[in-house]
DNA sequence: TATTTTAGCTTACAGTTGTACGCTGAGATT
DNA sequence: AATCTCAGCGTACAACTGTAAGCTAAAATA
């Protein structure tokens, strides 16, 4: 096992992955690339594409499990930069966050794209990758807050919906307006945080 | 003016639009229109096409603007219930937009994708017809709460933001889990108004 | 009424796409 | 050493795309 021959068939695969993703960009989304120009880019042969992938939509989704494993280091890193550095956690993740979209923009571009996109398959792909992000925030403000684990959930899927969407929106500015934007998002946070402790207390005072 | 011919014009514009409209769908988003498709919907030549738009884009963007119009027509639907029938604000306004997802699905469609699509030009389409949308909640904010300005557009701001993409989660699904949905996200506008809320009493203090 | 304008048509073309089919040669297996 | 496997290639094709050019007939204008 793991010959000369399968390592140059991973070799060529991930090239097609690469180009793949190199062919992504503000104007070129997923769906507009072709089989034959991304083929091209890695060097073989339309035709051999098939040798790796039974289609596009193939090439696809192992893309989207690229990108949604890129995001959850990203937040792991996130994390260890709050244990270590000691900054406030709302601007640590966000920061972090924003760090993502400038330096892996294209995979961040992929997520945000299809999660509305053409294919169900790959919006279902989209939706698991979010899942699993928001569970992740949901557990860690289960244990660090005395927050109970359904107000924890729904807490944390509105922060992954205000920032995912905030990213969305830093794709097309910079500067001045990008300050604002992080801005306004950490501002949208905090009234999250305080809401949801409102409903916290009044919940366990009923309890 | 307004002879037989110009209305005839007008006429088959409204028919290449229909056309585009209908050819939306879960599965088939506008830049996977084609000019010719579009065109034998509405029962003319391909060439003829060009007689009403430049290209394409130029349908869509005509496209962008109309949908863009029935939401603020929708926002106002709301309000309207909220002051007769007396009910809760955030439950009309979310039962409106749910109404507006299953009536108009795609138009919200066409918003939803356009948002993070392919081209600039369609992107700050979408992204004025939300700002509008946000504006306008803003106001009404301002005006019914003690809200300062910036609260108020921060504030309105998230609750679009949340409900659009709540709107985006729900076209995929039905029933119960429909009902979760819009569940959760009726807790997390209620986080969003108390922890501005208390933001905003906060910086009346400090006054 | 004579002239101009124009929405829509037909024909035509060059470009791109996905993919079926069959071959080859180098690594793997026996 | 003989055989098998299979990644990659070249050729070929049918389906589609956008759009250029020029015609026609009916409405508008003078």
Chains 1, 2 share one sequence.
């Not at 083929?39 to 339309?46: C, S």
Request: aromatic fraction near 8%; charged fraction near 25%; charge should be neutral.
């Amino acid at each position: 096992m793991s010959g000369v021959r399968a390592q140059q068939k991973q070799k060529t695969r991930q090239a097609l992955i690469q180009a793949a993703f190199n062919q992504l960009s503000a104007d070129h989304s997923f769906s507009n690339l072709s089989l034959r120009e991304v083929a091209r880019e890695a060097g073989i042969a339309p035709t051999s594409f098939y040798r790796h992938f039974k289609d596009m939509d193939e090439l696809g989704l192992t893309m989207v499990d690229e990108a949604g494993l890129t995001l959850r280091q990203l937040m792991r890193q996130a994390r260890r930069r709050i244990a270590n550095d000691g900054g406030s956690v709302i601007n640590t993740s966000v920061v972090t966050f924003m760090e993502f979209i400038d330096n892996s923009s294209n995979q961040f571009r992929l997520l945000l794209r299809e999660r509305s996109g053409t294919s169900k398959a790959f919006r279902a792909a989209v939706a698991r990758e979010v899942k699993h992000f928001i569970l992740e925030l949901a557990h860690y403000l289960e244990s660090e807050t005395k927050c109970n684990a359904m107000h924890a959930y729904i807490q944390a899927e509105s922060m992954v919906t205000l920032v995912f969407n905030a990213g969305a929106e830093a794709l097309d500015i910079e500067g001045l307006q990008r300050d604002e934007l992080i801005e306004r998002v950490i501002w949208q946070l905090r009234y999250i945080t305080r809401g949801a402790g409102h409903y916290v207390r009044e919940t366990s005072k009923e309890a």
